[in-house]
């Protein structure tokens, strides 16, 4: 899988918009980017996906830069519910898009 | 809810003893996919099946086994069991179509004494 890096952790006001960066430079050009969270010992949760467009759905929206090496994730509101785990995933197409390769992720904590 | 189920929720067992983990995925989900996430390690890919046929495989050790059956719930084997094998153990399905959007279950906290 191409690596993709993180930060640790993340802190954000609630109501305002949750930016999650993650630097994926080794992709390859048929390599989609995925988005899980996970919200303390519960099972994962995907959030979105993109290969080269920017991406929207109800939960977030998908920032990834032109040159495909990096992304962000976009939580436009926050909420307290909104505190987890957030995983970016560059999986290994030679294996399908589904043998995720989970990292340590970022723990972004919502703050009231 | 996922649509995933995995049974039992919490299981402690002591050192050498076997235990069956089960899953059933979403309905019409034909992939089942086992994770473990311990303490220490974060979530590791363990093994895929696909229509009952292995697909992928991961860091599974040999003392660990996985089938799917006809009706496509899947059950993971631990056997010999070691302190280090405490952990949650997840279950995914994904549907067709290589999304790459994986449901998982709540998972299967085991603790071994």
């Known amino acids: 899988d191409a690596k993709t890096t993180q930060p640790t952790s993340m802190d954000c006001a609630e109501g305002r918009a949750a930016n999650l960066p993650c630097n994926h430079s080794t992709i390859s050009g048929n390599e989609y980017v995925y988005w899980y969270r996970q919200i303390h010992s519960q099972g994962p949760q995907y959030i979105i996906h993109?290969?080269?467009n920017n991406e929207t759905n109800e939960m977030a929206s998908l920032i990834i830069t032109e040159d495909r090496k990096s992304s962000t994730l976009i939580l436009p509101h926050a909420t307290l519910r909104d505190t987890a785990v957030y995983y970016c995933i560059v999986p290994d197409p030679n294996f399908g898009n589904e043998k995720l390769t989970f990292g340590t992720g970022t723990r972004l904590t919502i703050i009231p | 809810d996922s649509g995933v189920t995995q049974t039992p929720k919490h299981l402690i067992t002591a050192t050498g003893q076997r235990v069956t983990l089960r899953c059933s995925p979403r309905?019409?989900?034909?992939?089942v996919y086992w994770y473990q996430q311990s303490l220490d390690q974060g979530l590791q890919f363990l093994i895929q099946?696909?229509?009952?046929?292995?697909?992928a495989k991961g860091n599974i050790l040999e003392r660990f086994s996985a089938q799917q059956f006809p009706d496509l719930h899947s059950e993971l084997n631990l056997s010999s069991l070691e302190l280090g094998d405490s952990a949650l153990y997840f279950c995914?399905?994904?549907?067709?179509?290589?999304?790459?959007?994986?449901?998982f279950g709540e998972g299967s906290r085991l603790t071994v004494l």
């Open positions: 993109g290969l080269k």
């Open positions: 995914a399905s994904s549907g067709l179509g290589d999304t790459g959007e994986l449901f």
């Open positions: 099946y696909y229509n009952g046929e292995e697909r």
């Open positions: 309905s019409g989900d034909l992939s």
